[in-house]
């Protein structure tokens, strides 16, 4: 009696299991990814479609300087991708053997020097005119009293700002020690290039020089106006990838690379502001930006 008892409850018992193992979705697996602070907003876009096109996974996206991304891998935190925004910090994660196998180059950037727009009464398009500051061409970045502000030297932006500043005043247009005059007008150096866009774009500054991308970013489009920097003075900043040696999900991390370089993640990119993979290659060797 008892076991006729029992039995409707155990075969209820294993007719639940195997529901439960036969519908169960897949099994949710982790990707740890550290991008730099420029990728922000391509990479949140990038992440949930690869999650939508591999279910189960959840990407964990950690946002920095390149630089400092680059000290906390070497300091043991743990990652699966590290996307930089140049070859430097690859460089040295190479050395110390923390790397899995050679970067591989996902997109390119350009440099832009970015001024606080104004708003006026007087306004005839959303309440904004163009900036009314100080800085006005390329040339009055050497101005006194302008206030610019620039990533730190070790931070790839800052670097490339740099570059283009020294290439800018080798121009004899530009005018004696020009590079001296704008260097000596930098306020503030920031741990990342969102710092100096977001000093700019609150009018903390009267100008900065930052990715091309970030001056497309939604929320900072509409509060700065962009001044181009001539081609011949720019430099073609070089993003690359790479699996990280401790990574938990290595397969998981080398789709994620994939990824970014199919069709579809390279679309993405393309519409934040960023530059084809290969853009920069015709002028520098494998795809390394000759500046990073």
């Given amino acids: 009696m008892i076991l006729a008892c029992l039995l409707p409850g155990v075969m209820l018992l294993g007719a ?30 990038i992440s949930g479609a690869f999650e939508k096109d591999n279910p189960g996974v959840k990407i964990s996206l950690n946002f920095a300087g390149s630089q400092r991304l680059r000290t906390q891998l070497e300091h043991g935190n743990r990652a699966d991708v590290f996307a930089s925004a140049d070859y430097v910090q690859m460089d040295w994660l190479l050395a110390s053997e923390l790397l ?18 104004s708003t006026s009464s007087a306004a005839s398009i959303d309440g904004v005119v163009p900036s009314t500051g100080p800085v006005m061409s390329l040339a009055d970045l050497a101005q006194e009293g302008v206030k610019l502000v620039l990533a730190l030297p070790e931070v790839p932006a800052g670097a490339y700002a740099r570059s283009v500043i020294e290439t800018l005043g080798a121009d004899l247009a530009s005018g004696p020690k020009y590079s001296q005059r704008v260097l000596a007008n930098v306020v503030s150096m920031e741990p990342n290039v969102r710092s100096v866009a977001q000093k700019v774009a609150l009018g903390e500054a009267d100008s900065g020089i930052v990715y ?16 181009p920097i001539p081609e011949g003075s720019n430099v073609v900043a070089t993003y690359p990838a790479a699996r990280l040696r401790n990574s938990a999900e290595p397969e998981l ?40």
């Fill in 16 to 45: 639940l299991a195997g529901c439960s193992e036969t519908g169960a979705g897949p099994k949710e697996r982790s990707l740890v990814v550290f991008a730099a602070a420029s990728l922000s907003d391509a990479f949140v876009e």
């Fill in 100 to 117: 899995q196998g050679q970067p591989v180059p996902f997109a390119t950037n350009r440099m832009a020097v970015i001024v606080p727009k």
């Fill in 212 to 227: 091309w991308s970030d001056a497309q970013v939604e929320q900072l489009a509409g509060r700065v106006m962009i001044l």
């Fill in 253 to 292: 991390a080398a789709a994620f690379i994939e990824f970014l370089r199919s069709s579809q993640g390279q679309n993405i990119l393309l519409e934040r502001g960023f530059g084809a993979a290969d853009a920069g290659q015709s002028s520098s060797e494998g795809g390394r930006s000759n500046n990073g």
